[in-house]
């Protein structure tokens, strides 16, 4: 049995749509159901509701797509988060598409699947007009008609995925994934089946104009303000678009106002709670991010421009998850046996009190029985006592040792195992690094611990240039510094 699948059974999911001038938030949250049986006995049953939550936001926190004032937002986000108890969610972040690009590259479907992966990697390296190693990276199959896979690849600058996934964080929230507004768009909104609909979105800095068909985004190109000065230029824009992609791909392309669309059929149970006087293009965005957290684990395979994929995500998350119930175990058998120790001291203080203030009086009578039990009551607490300092002398507070090895994991490393036979034994931490250079910065950290020594990393897989398998080992110091004193 995988324990980390038994602590962690149940995610809680939380759709955040970031803009210009408002934050929107979809979440599920049960709701009670009561009804009364024959013999006036009442069930309670739970049931999900889409709960949608609405937060104006002053101009230029963020623009074009980017954070500006971070202290102002990182606030905005966790007054947010507190107001509506948000803070055991994972949420799927959608951020406007500014600062997102995205592209479609075909590939023959007669490439196998290690092959395929191969031809992005060369695709992404030669292809794209950045520098790989100054954005993040993620790309998806959108299962292409015919005989051809179409691989859908979107990127985002470093430093603007790093100032979200950084400030998100210090406000409490526990980032899922991060796409963009157009992303979760095209996952809940409801067009015709077969076809490809063209939409445009109009943001406060900059237009969108994309395709999508069967609810996978096909085609994007987003248009600064500042370029759409004449009456006619986005019209113009929008058919030259239109008509370049029908004579690409020789398929009807089918305009669609993008504020008259509304949420596609499935979702509809969960919106009892929208207005009917506000369209539901309104939310599309945050209902788009939260049922994506509705997907099974193993089976979302969608872009998310976080640093890591969506598999080693899970991962972080569930070793984030046991460390901090390990710890808190750990908290807690410790308080256990302190209290238990006070409890033990304060009795003993209390009768030995009470046996100075008889001292006198006794010793003018006889030895009863009724003094006997309390001698040999005394003798009993006093081998508790004993037993209770052994213990604690003897338990290793391994939450030290835990906090050590999180604080030295840095950006692009993923821990999947952490191995200690004993205190004295060598020690062993596995997982996965982004490149060799990573690799090569976790080892020094490690290096730079007061805590750990004798520290091994052996260098294998030389040829392998990405998501190297590592296992460092190393020493305590000195393990004496575990235990309680």
């Known amino acids: 049995m995988n324990i980390l699948n038994l602590l962690t059974k149940k995610k809680y999911f939380t759709g955040v749509e970031i803009s210009d001038l408002n934050i929107r938030i979809a979440y599920f949250r049960?709701?009670?159901?009561?009804?009364?049986?024959?013999?006036?006995?009442?069930?309670?049953?739970?049931?999900?509701?889409?709960?949608?939550?609405?937060?104006?936001?002053?101009?230029?926190?963020?623009?074009?797509?980017?954070?500006?004032?971070?202290?102002?937002?990182?606030?905005?986000?966790?007054?947010?988060?507190k107001r509506e108890?948000?803070?055991?969610?994972?949420?799927?972040?959608?951020?406007?598409?500014?600062?997102?690009?995205?592209?479609?590259?075909?590939?023959?479907?007669?490439?196998?699947?290690i092959h395929l992966k191969e031809a992005i990697d060369l695709a992404i390296d030669f292809q794209l007009p950045f520098k790989r190693d100054t954005v993040y990276i993620g790309w998806e199959d959108t299962d292409g008609a015919g005989e051809t896979n179409k691989i859908l690849v979107s990127t985002i600058p470093k430093n603007i995925a790093d100032d979200y996934i950084k400030t998100l964080e210090e406000a409490g929230v526990n980032t899922f994934a991060l796409e963009s507004h157009i992303a979760s768009i095209a996952r809940s909104v409801?067009?015709?089946?077969?076809e490809l609909s063209l939409l445009?979105?109009?943001?406060?800095?900059s237009v969108t104009i994309f395709t999508v068909k069967d609810n996978i985004l096909q085609f994007s190109r987003t248009l600064p303000a500042l370029f759409i000065k004449e009456e006619n230029f986005?019209?113009?824009?929008?058919?030259?678009?239109?008509?370049?992609?029908?004579?690409?791909?020789?398929?009807?392309?089918?305009?669609?106002?993008?504020?008259e669309t509304t949420i596609r059929d499935k979702f509809l149970k969960y919106l009892e709670n929208i207005s009917n006087l506000e369209p539901q293009s309104k939310w599309l965005i945050p209902v788009g991010a939260v049922v994506r957290g509705e997907i099974s684990q193993g089976q979302d395979n969608q872009i998310s421009l976080l640093p890591v994929g969506i598999a080693e995500t899970y991962k972080y998350h569930n070793i984030k998850t046991f460390t901090k119930l390990t710890r808190n175990l750990l908290i807690v058998v410790s308080l256990f046996f302190l209290f238990t120790f006070i409890a033990a001291y304060l009795y003993?203080?209390?009768?030995?009190?009470?046996?100075?203030?008889?001292s006198s009086i006794l010793s003018t009578f006889p030895v009863t029985s009724d003094i006997i039990q309390k001698e040999s009551l005394i003798k009993k607490v006093n081998s508790l006592t004993l037993v209770s300092q052994s213990i604690l002398s003897n338990t290793p507070n391994w939450s030290i040792l835990i906090d050590e090895i999180n604080s030295r994991v840095i950006p692009g490393i993923t821990m999947s195992s952490f191995g200690a036979p004993s205190?004295?034994?060598?020690?062993?931490?596995?997982?996965?690094?982004?490149?060799?250079?990573?690799?090569n910065q976790f080892k020094k950290s490690f290096q730079a611990s007061t805590y750990f020594t004798e520290i091994d990393l052996p260098i294998t897989n030389l040829e392998q240039k990405a998501d190297i398998p590592f296992s460092i080992s190393f020493h305590l110091k000195d393990p004496s510094m575990l235990y309680y004193k």
């Open 30 to 81: 049960p709701k009670k159901k009561v009804t009364k049986q024959i013999l006036k006995s009442i069930t309670e049953t739970l049931e999900n509701e889409l709960i949608l939550v609405e937060e104006s936001i002053p101009e230029n926190i963020i623009a074009n797509g980017a954070i500006v004032d971070k202290e102002l937002f990182r606030k905005i986000i966790k007054d947010i988060w």
């Open 85 to 113: 108890k948000l803070y055991g969610s994972y949420a799927v972040v959608s951020i406007p598409e500014d600062k997102i690009y995205s592209h479609i590259f075909p590939f023959p479907k007669t490439v196998s699947d």
């Open 234 to 259: 986005l019209k113009d824009e929008t058919n030259k678009i239109k008509n370049s992609l029908e004579s690409e791909l020789k398929e009807t392309i089918h305009e669609v106002s993008f504020t």
């Open 423 to 439: 205190l004295s034994d060598m020690m062993f931490v596995t997982g996965t690094a982004k490149s060799r250079d990573i690799l």
């Open 200 to 205: 445009t979105k109009k943001n406060q800095s």
């Open 190 to 194: 409801k067009l015709q089946p077969g």
């Open 348 to 358: 003993i203080f209390s009768v030995s009190q009470i046996i100075q203030n008889e």
